[in-house]
């Protein structure tokens, strides 16, 4: 009996611990400081010699992005690195005032709460801007979340200018009602001529008050204040003087970064030393990652998180996240993850080559892209209407056209495998781009006799290139200039939009091709087709769900049709139910097995907790997203030629493309797949369009090759 009470008693103190949570943390811990120099380059950084001698033997070093939501800006990217989600906010939303008997007066008039030693009187607009972000963000979350698990919170600096109080850093301390408990935010600086704005830290002031804010907090954060007056000002300096404010501000930062990591701090602590944003010179020329470095104990290497699944780069929203799991805290409020250390043997020398490599992708991105895109749709045009001008076109020409609609379906498989070669001149990767394609394209002409044998190699090489880079990991995926970047920030890992759409129009013409041609069977059809809406849509590896219901889709209704099943109204039921299924499965695989906390996994806890106000968040967000990209995107345009081609065809000249569908039933089945995936698509992807314009090249491309050889072999015959 006595044993049955005792194991009792243990099970119920287990079940106690456990429910408790986050109201305390497991084991006592050191002190966090953030040190943020705002609007500092990687290298700037480095140039502060007691950074630089403490990297060589411990500390990991990150890349961060700095969006914030709807765009990017100093502030939003201060409020996203304190909230752990990308904020919404504009600079009239935030003033940040000290408590004294005048300004205690105005907050507690527009709150009707207490005010706290340091507060944003303007609050109420800042929580109602905040409204209209794109995400479920919890302003002053870190702040809460410390509060509410008895860890107390300072702020020290500002970067205050002679026409306005900029003291973002007070937006990383505060908590939800826009109070910061402690600190010292005006007694920090000092007149100086010959200083940006005439104005300067008082580094005396700021290690006083720096050594007394650690000793009575759990965590202080510092702004410096120069590094921002000293890039804001710079249109106002020429060389020499900007060199001399340059020297001065950057020896008095490395005197108080020495200070603190050599003096102040022990190695259980946690030290950050951030830049909440860009210098404005390197956000002009591409460079739109800021630099973090991270100090505890003996940790070395590069920075890592799960928000992005790639070695030295981070979100700006990772940080908050950061210091509350330093505590034990775990917030479902965060959409930020932990971050890590990952061993490198050379850390700043990886982090300098992925920084130039994510930087030429990016600039590259758009101008390759578009003329990619335009030269498919002008191709296009200039197909349809020599078979529109059928008799006035000799077959010579028919067959160069033919010949060069495939050579752009091999375009995005050479995008796919660029980033292996580690090329990162921008002329070296439009070169390799253009000579691997005609290189792939020549040997398949030559070995390839069909051009129906040769569409259907092209999609095979498509959809199994993309397919084994993401069973790899992706990282052709991550750097291509068809994948996605981290300056962007739209995604970091898995199968992006454009590739998605790539992979499921190749999959269908793959396998409805290869079906005409009796090559194989329905049964491995199906199978083909499963196997790569799983990867499409596994948490660990494509973690695409928007893919993942497209595919689901219009996977399940090319298998119907290739059975001869009719699609009623009972069948879409059908349909809905087993994309509803798809989704919660990996989602339930995701929450209680996998644990990798992919996108599709905080959208449903965030569903949960949130309840269907989230729901209603997340569609608005993506039609506001397609809405945008319909106007401004050039993959709109290729949408919609692309359809009103189809379309036209079917009619004109003389039914042909219906004539082509009669004689190649399994190709018109795969057809139909695609334009359905690719309506699925533009609806339920933040970005569909584009999706939605790469799926249904397969058909425009297929089908347009088919209706010159009908033509050509009419002329013949």
Known sequence: MKKTIFATFMCIALLLSLASGNSAYAAPKGKVVVIVANRMGMQELLEIKALKRELENRGYAGLMNIRGSKGSSDIR????????????????????????????????????????????????????????GEYNVFPGLLGEELKNNGLSISVVGNADTDVAKVRYAALIAMDKDGNVPSGEIEDVSKVDSRMPFGIATDYDKLKK??????????????????????????????????????DSIYKNANDYIEYVLGSLTSEDDRVYVVSPYTRLADYKNYQRLAPIFIFEGDKAGVAYSDTTRRDGIIGNIDVAADILDYYGISSELASGKPIEAKDKSDALAYLEKEYAKIAATY?????????????EMLLWIIVFTCIMKKDRVKNKYFNLLSRTLQ?????????????AFGIVSKLGTVAFILAVSSGIYYMMHRMIKTDLDRLIFLSVLNGLGILSDAV?????????LLGYDSMIGARFYGIGNEYMGILIGAALLAVSGLLQKGKITRSVTAG????????????????????????????????LKSYNIKIDFKRIILIGCFVVGAVVSMALLDIYVLGSKSHLA????????????????????????????????????????????????????????????GENPWLAKGWISIIVGSFVGFAVNDSGVVAAATSISFVIISALVLCMNKIVSEKVS
């Open 77 to 132: 990217s201060y409020a996203s690195i304190g909230w752990g989600t990308r904020a919404y906010l504009n600079v009239e939303d935030v003033d940040i005032r000290t408590k004294d008997p005048l300004e205690q007066d105005v907050f507690e008039r527009r709150t009707a709460a207490e005010a706290a030693h340091i507060n944003n009187v303007n609050i109420n607009a800042l929580q109602t801007t905040n409204l209209d």
């Open 472 to 480: 790899l990991g992706q990282e052709m995926i991550k750097r291509s």
């Open 528 to 559: 083909v087709l499963v196997t790569t809406m799983i990867i499409l849509g596994f948490p660990k590896i494509g973690a695409n769900v928007g893919g993942l219901i497209t595919a689901a889709t219009c996977f399940l209704l090319f298998v």
């Open 363 to 375: 600039q590259l991105r758009i101008p390759v892209l578009y003329t990619y895109a335009v030269f």
């Open 407 to 419: 050579f752009t379906g091999v375009v995005p498989f050479v995008m796919l495998i660029e980033p």
């Open 602 to 661: 905080g959208a449903i806890q965030s569903i949960g907790e949130g309840g269907p106000q989230v729901i209603l968040q997340i569609i608005q967000r993506k039609l506001e997203m397609n809405y945008r990209l319909i106007g401004a995107s050039i993959w709109s345009k290729v949408f919609i030629i692309a359809l009103l081609i189809v379309g036209i065809l079917f009619y004109r000249p003389f039914g042909i493309l219906k004539t082509i569908c």
């Open 209 to 246: 008050y720096t050594q007394q804010y650690y000793e009575n907090s759990d965590v202080t954060i510092v702004e410096l204040g120069d590094t921002y007056r000293l890039d804001d000002y710079k249109i106002y300096l020429n060389d020499k003087a900007y060199g001399i404010m340059k």
